[in-house]
């Protein structure tokens, strides 16, 4: 993979992280395209409001998102969730929701994960 490095280490870290996971048998094309979209520039980096990951997923889902989560929209379910970052709104909505906010960790050991772009 195209190796990229930013003056963010946890960036770092995840790309590493990404990279290594990639190589696994288990959801290693989901992994590779994590990588693909969270090693381009902060511009072109996804941005995903509230609202579509409630339409998107439903209870108890696995959702990474390769960029940051905003707070427009509310979440009528929890699900478990994983992004490059976090708005601080939708950290407290999603809280409000009863969901988890997960290391990306604590998401590589999952199964059923969904990337919402």
């Given at each position: 993979?195209?190796?990229?490095?930013?003056?963010r280490?946890?960036?770092?870290?995840?790309?590493?992280?990404?990279?290594?996971?990639?190589?696994?048998?288990?959801?290693?094309?989901?992994?590779?395209?994590?990588?693909?979209?969270?090693?381009?520039?902060?511009?072109?980096?996804?941005?995903?409001?509230?609202?579509?990951?409630?339409?998107?997923?439903?209870?108890?889902?696995?959702?990474?998102?390769?960029?940051?989560?905003?707070?427009?929209?509310?979440?009528?379910?929890?699900?478990?969730?994983?992004?490059?970052?976090?708005?601080?709104?939708?950290?407290?909505?999603?809280?409000?929701?009863?969901?988890?906010?997960l290391?990306?960790?604590?998401?590589?050991?999952?199964?059923?994960?969904?990337?919402?772009?």
């Amino acid at each position: 993979m195209k190796r990229r490095r930013f003056e963010r280490t946890d960036i770092n870290e995840w790309l590493d992280k990404l990279e290594r996971a990639s190589r696994s048998e288990s959801y290693g094309a989901l992994w590779k395209s994590v990588h693909r979209r969270v090693s381009v520039s902060r511009r072109r980096r996804v941005s995903v409001n509230l609202y579509k990951i409630n339409r998107y997923s439903k209870e108890g889902d696995n959702i990474i998102v390769p960029g940051k989560v905003l707070s427009e929209g509310r979440m009528d379910h929890s699900v478990n969730i994983t992004a490059l970052s976090f708005s601080k709104g939708a950290t407290d909505r999603l809280i409000g929701s009863k969901s988890k906010v997960l290391e990306l960790d604590e998401m590589l050991k999952r199964t059923k994960i969904t990337m919402i772009r």
